[in-house]
């Protein structure tokens, strides 16, 4: 048996395309020192023998693992410390592993909700999940979005049980219709001393009275105790977005308020939370 012309020395192109690299990448290897640079043949044109296509493999192998080149480059020289490198390389891919997990999770999520409520972390869209269709309106998911990003998924879980009850009692769903459409009406033609805002905000706490009572009799708070306390039992094995305190949501996150809302607004957290008139004190839940 004959065999084809084997090469004593080949060209940059064939190292790199036996070795799964290109050109530029070798090249790159030769400026770092990790990969000395060759003789060149009469052409002037370097030539890779047998020991630099056996290291370029090598430092293929290695980065393509996620090993740094410095790090390949010190394992070479027989530098101590390579074992550190790895064990924060096992750490990082265990990192990417678990974001890939919860992102496989969150698009289960969302291909089972059907809808931007699989989006939402899963102490929310569980407990949301069984609505009859079209009861949860896309504003409601707009207002879980934000409460989630600023009190976190607990704080959203609790403002649930108020898009679950208005789903479910349609007469404080129509009272709810009909305050926010009044609460639009407070555009920049309407004056901050209008006496009507007072007369509406009376409505609009009288009403969240009578909703957060409907809440109590419920049991929507137990259940949602008892999630929480599940919740506390898994604590640490999914983490969520850094929140902020309501003082950094108010100067970052805009509304397109008037005046005149944005003091009705204040008057309804003065009558509905007395004493909470702090920076962390929980916003209305409408």
Not at 128 to 149: N, S, W
């Amino acid at each position: 048996m004959s065999f084809a012309a084997i090469p004593r020395r080949v060209k940059i192109g064939d190292a790199a395309a036996f070795a799964g690299t290109t050109p530029r990448a070798i090249r790159h290897y030769h400026a770092i020192g990790l990969l000395a640079e060759p003789e060149r043949g009469s052409d002037n044109r370097r030539r890779y023998g047998y020991a630099d296509m056996i290291r370029l493999l090598w430092i293929r192998k290695m980065a393509d693992v996620g090993i740094s080149l410095d790090d390949i480059r010190a394992s070479f020289d027989g530098a101590t410390g390579i074992e550190q490198s790895l064990a924060r390389l096992e750490e990082s891919l265990a990192s990417k592993a678990a974001a890939i997990e919860a992102q496989q999770a969150a698009v289960h999520r969302l291909r089972e909700a059907g809808s931007p409520l699989g989006l939402l972390s899963p102490l929310v869209s569980g407990r949301l999940h069984d609505l009859p269709p079209g009861c949860l309106r896309p504003a409601d998911l707009d207002t879980l979005l934000v409460t989630e990003r600023i009190f976190g998924p607990e704080g959203a879980a609790t403002q649930a049980n108020r898009f679950i009850t208005l789903a479910t009692h349609p007469e404080l769903r129509a009272e709810d219709d009909r305050l926010a459409e009044a609460e639009g009406a407070l555009d920049d033609t309407v004056s901050p001393d209008d006496p009507g805002i007072e007369d509406l905000v009376a409505q609009r706490c009288a009403h969240e009275t009578a909703l957060g009572a409907t809440i109590d009799r419920s049991g929507l708070d137990e259940a949602l105790d008892e999630l929480l306390d599940q919740d506390d039992e898994n604590a640490g094995e999914e983490e969520g977005e850094a929140r902020m305190s309501v003082g950094e949501a108010i100067g970052k996150m805009p509304y397109d308020f008037s005046p005149a809302r944005i003091r009705y607004e204040e008057r309804v957290v003065e009558l509905l939370y007395p004493a909470r008139q702090d920076d962390d004190a929980a916003p209305r839940t409408c």
